[in-house]
T-cell receptor, first 117, second 113 residues
Framework: KAGVTQTPRYLIKTRGQQVTLSCSPI?????VSWYQQTPGQGLQFLFE???????NKGNFPGRFSGRQFSNSRSEMNVSTLELGDSALYLC????????????????FGPGTRLTVT | GQNIDQPTEMTATEGAIVQINCTYQ??????LFWYQQHAGEAPTFLSY????GLEEKGRFSSFLSRSKGYSYLLLKELQMKDSASYLC??????????????FGQGTTLQVKP
């Protein structure tokens, strides 16, 4: 079974530009979560999509947005890039467990390394 | 708010045992995860605890005490390849049974020969 894929793997943008990152979850997974990872802040939750609906949102400004398509693929967009947006953006997919005690294991993709100059 | 604390760095010797601690202060509890992340790679799932006690999986074990807001990851028979960052995460108790995880800063483990 193929893992989570993310494109592009590396990206360099300048301040003020916008960027779109893509994530393809493991086949059959309907939940996709996005995280930002920086040396100073660690892994921080951006948002989660399930069945094309945003189910959870982290504490990030409105410049960060996302969406999920009917095939569960997800994109996140960052508008008006700032230097502080330089980070590794990780996408994770999981299979929805109906039982409340489900492990809800998330499988992470390799990430997109975004550098803003 | 929700807070997770882990030591920043640890060093251990090949073949030894190391315990990485994690304490959390959250409004409720809905599961705790441990992930391993090698430099430049994606985090990989190690363990999940939702009930008190020890979960063993090969050389790795994870322990949870919900009353103390405490967990640890135990690595036995350390190997050089175990050098990595170990991330403790809790499922956001305010987000129900969803995929929103709150991560600690991670513990960088260096295994020396």
């Amino acid at each position: 079974k193929a893992g989570v894929t993310q494109t592009p793997r590396y990206l360099i943008k300048t301040r003020g530009q916008q960027v779109t990152l893509s994530c393809s979850p493991i086949s059959g997974h309907r939940s996709v979560s996005w995280y930002q990872q920086t040396p100073g802040q660690g892994l921080q939750f951006l948002f989660e999509y399930f069945s094309e609906t945003q189910r959870n949102k982290g504490n990030f400004p409105g410049r960060f947005s996302g969406r999920q398509f009917s095939n569960s693929r997800s994109e996140m967009n960052v508008s008006t890039l700032e230097l502080g947006d330089s980070a590794l953006y990780l996408c994770a997919s999981s299979y929805e467990f109906l039982q409340t005690s489900g492990s809800y294991e998330q499988y992470f993709g390799p990430g997109t390394r975004l550098t803003v100059t | 708010g929700q807070n997770i604390d882990q030591p920043t760095e640890m060093t251990a010797t090949e073949g030894a045992i190391v315990q990485i601690n994690c304490t959390y202060q959250t409004s409720g509890f809905n599961g705790l995860f441990w992930y391993q992340q090698h430099a430049g790679e994606a985090p990989t799932f190690l363990s999940y605890n939702v009930l008190d006690g020890l979960e063993e999986k090969g050389r790795f074990s994870s322990f949870l005490s919900r009353s103390k807001g405490y967990s640890y990851l135990l690595l036995k028979e350390l190997q050089m390849k175990d050098s990595a960052s170990y991330l403790c995460a809790v499922r956001d108790p305010l987000a129900g049974n969803t995929g929103k995880l709150i991560f600690g800063q991670g513990t960088t483990l260096q295994v020396k020969p």
